[in-house]
Nanobody, 123 residues
Framework: QVQLVESGGGLVQAGGSLRLSCATSGRTFSNDAMGWFRQAPGKEREFVATMSWNGNVRIYADSVKGRFTISRDTAKNSMYLQMNSLKPEDTAVYYC????????????????WGQGTQVTVSS
């Protein structure tokens, strides 16, 4: 059974930092793109960041560029999202996902999803 499990969410003040982790099991994603999406209350889920299978390509949403950093450890089957300079508008449930493609930015490209972790940024 393929599982993606996010952790590291929580409540933080504006300007603070959080590091999200995504642990995978049941399948090796070393050849797949992995990414982070988020969904704020009352809004559609949106793309945050993605990383190609070999780490050579990293793409960020404009809203997080320069503040968030995506990384992965293929040996540990894990992915991370370092979030710095957090803003109240970053408040959302954050999802990790894996795509059976080398690079993927569209939600439809992702086949495997975690359950999400809540990030709340207070002003």
């Amino acid at each position: 059974q393929v599982q993606l499990v996010e952790s590291g969410g929580g409540l933080v003040q504006a300007g603070g930092s959080l590091r999200l982790s995504c642990a995978t099991s049941g399948r090796t994603f070393s050849n797949d793109a992995m990414g982070w999406f988020r969904q704020a209350p009352g809004k559609e889920r949106e793309f945050v960041a993605t990383m190609s299978w070999n780490g050579n390509v990293r793409i960020y949403a404009d809203s997080v560029k320069g503040r968030f950093t995506i990384s992965r450890d293929t040996a540990k089957n894990s992915m991370y999202l370092q979030m710095n300079s957090l803003k109240p508008e970053d408040t959302a449930v954050y999802y990790c996902a894996a795509a059976a493609k080398a690079v993927a930015t569209r939600e439809d490209d992702y086949s495997y999803w975690g359950q999400g972790t809540q990030v709340t940024v207070s002003s």
